[in-house]
């Protein structure tokens, strides 16, 4: 079955400064890999999500993720940190396009963000 | 084209009773995932629901049910509530469509809170 680990469940970096979330998949077939983010008191919302394309991924806000297959990684980054980034961050994984995929999240990282 | 939307957004219950949680998915979506997401940590799959069928399941007791209509609403009904059912949960949508079958769209979620 497939999981996520995020490690730390929370994360403080300066404005400005490299924000770097950490996530490692398991998986037993090629997996789709995905980055939601929740503010307070809402549903998620997804940033970015890889579906075997380029390994190098893209998202809103200045995001972006590289799936690593042999570090079985696909670790979040932006270069530059603005205090609206404050948010819980969310890894996901999921084994297939089927309706009967299930998509499962890690634990979590909570971004703070210092001025 | 309207997101999930969830009612109620706050609800109290005590030990023992029986709550029904709603969801309205959004256009053109037709699997619906429920999950339950305890305070500081990450959502937990609940169940699925593909074309009115349960076709996913994840570790939760059978007082956790559900039905979807042929609109493709859901609901989530969980009997004999315990204190730790208290959570947000988190209904999210999505497409039959290749493009699109992986990527939830999330509701703001219901809180519920069991006394």
């Known amino acids: 079955a497939q999981s996520v680990t995020q490690l730390g469940s929370h994360v403080s970096v300066s404005e400005g400064a490299l924000v770097l979330l950490r996530c490692n998949y398991s998986?037993?077939?090629?997996?789709?890999l995905f980055w939601y983010v929740q503010y307070p008191n809402q549903g998620l919302q997804l940033l970015l999500k890889?579906?075997?394309?380029?390994?190098l991924v893209k998202g809103i806000n200045g995001f972006e993720a590289e799936f690593k297959k042999s570090e079985t990684s696909f670790h979040l980054t932006k270069p530059s940190a603005h205090m609206s980034d404050a948010a819980e961050y969310f890894c996901a994984v999921t084994e297939g396009y089927s309706s009967a995929s299930k998509i499962i999240f890690g634990s979590g990282t909570r971004l703070s963000i210092r001025p | 084209e309207t997101g999930v939307t969830q009612s109620p957004t706050h609800l109290i219950k005590t030990r023992g009773q029986q709550v029904t949680l709603r969801c309205s998915s959004q256009s053109g979506h037709n699997t619906v995932s429920w999950y339950q997401q305890a305070l500081g940590q990450g959502p937990q799959f609940i169940f699925q629901?593909?074309?009115?069928?349960?076709?996913g399941r994840g570790n939760f007791p059978p007082r956790f049910s559900g039905l979807q209509f042929p609109n493709y609403s859901s609901e989530l009904n969980v009997n004999a509530l315990e204190l730790n059912d208290s959570a947000l949960y988190l209904c999210a949508s999505r497409a039959g469509t290749v493009s699109g079958a992986n990527v939830l769209t999330f509701g703001a979620g219901s809180r519920l809170t069991v006394l």
């Open positions: 629901y593909y074309r009115e069928e349960e076709n």
């Open positions: 998986s037993s077939v090629p997996p789709y």
């Open positions: 890889y579906t075997s394309a380029a390994t």
